[in-house]
């Protein structure tokens, strides 16, 4: 157990309302990651961080902003959101081993209407 | 660039029977590679791991071996059980950067 939260862990809102999702961790973890699971397309990176302030764009970012004003908290913000923003979000740690490993959050489940 | 194949499912097994669910990767060098499982409802979890050649992963009675020659991580397992029902994801990391295969889902059977 990587200690990691994610908050609300199912929300419905509607086509262009703004939504911020939260993860959070407890292990003083430097990286953290945003994912968003798809059928048909498996886990795609959203965003990650790598410090306080420090953060970068994955391979689905458009659409999406993140913030990391604190080590525990990642923020992944839906400006405007959108019906393909429909999907299952995951934060995921890197752990502190050589290999670089990541551990999940709980998830998400979030439908936009 | 890097990628990760794994076999389409789903699988469907009766209890106790043998499994394997392929695993090929395509990346330069040497990266670590991983099998995370996630259960419904559920977050992925690491399964097991392996970051050089010929090393062997294990835990929760599955199996995968590090194949330099064949760029392969088959997960095996002995003896399925029905609480093995889930979808499994081989991934590796290079680069600092985590790579999934699509899963392959797993029903047993009782």
């Known amino acids: 157990d990587a200690g990691i939260t994610q908050s609300p862990r199912h929300k419905v809102t509607e086509t262009g309302t703004p939504v911020t999702l939260r993860c959070h961790q407890t292990?003083?973890?430097?990286?953290m990651y945003w994912y968003r699971q798809d059928p048909g397309h498996g886990l795609r990176l959203i965003h990650y961080s790598y410090g306080v302030k420090d953060t970068d764009k994955g391979e689905v970012s458009d659409g999406y902003s993140v913030s990391r004003s604190k080590t525990e908290d990642f923020l992944l913000t839906l400006e405007s959101a959108t019906s393909s923003q429909t999907s299952v979000y995951f934060c995921?740690?890197?752990?502190?081993?050589?290999?670089?490993?990541?551990?999940f959050g709980p998830g998400t489940r979030l439908t936009v209407t | 660039g890097n990628s990760v194949t794994q076999m389409e499912g789903p699988v469907t097994l009766s209890e106790e029977a043998f499994l394997t669910i392929n695993c090929t990767y395509t990346?330069?060098?040497?990266?670590?590679l991983f099998w995370y499982v996630q259960y419904p409802g559920e977050g992925l979890q690491l399964l097991l791991k392996?970051?050089?050649?010929?090393d062997k992963g294990s835990n929760k009675g599955f199996e995968a071996t590090y194949r330099k020659e064949t760029t392969s991580f088959h997960l095996e397992k002995g003896s399925v059980q029905v609480s093995d029902s889930a979808v499994y994801f081989c991934?590796?990391?290079?680069?600092?950067?985590?790579?999934f295969g699509k899963g392959t889902r797993l029903h047993i059977l009782p």
């Open positions: 995921a740690i890197r752990g502190t081993g050589g290999s670089y490993e990541q551990y």
């Open positions: 292990e003083n973890h430097r990286y």
């Open positions: 392996a970051t050089k050649a010929d």
């Open positions: 990346a330069t060098g040497y990266p670590s």
């Open positions: 991934a590796l990391i290079r680069d600092d950067k985590i790579i």
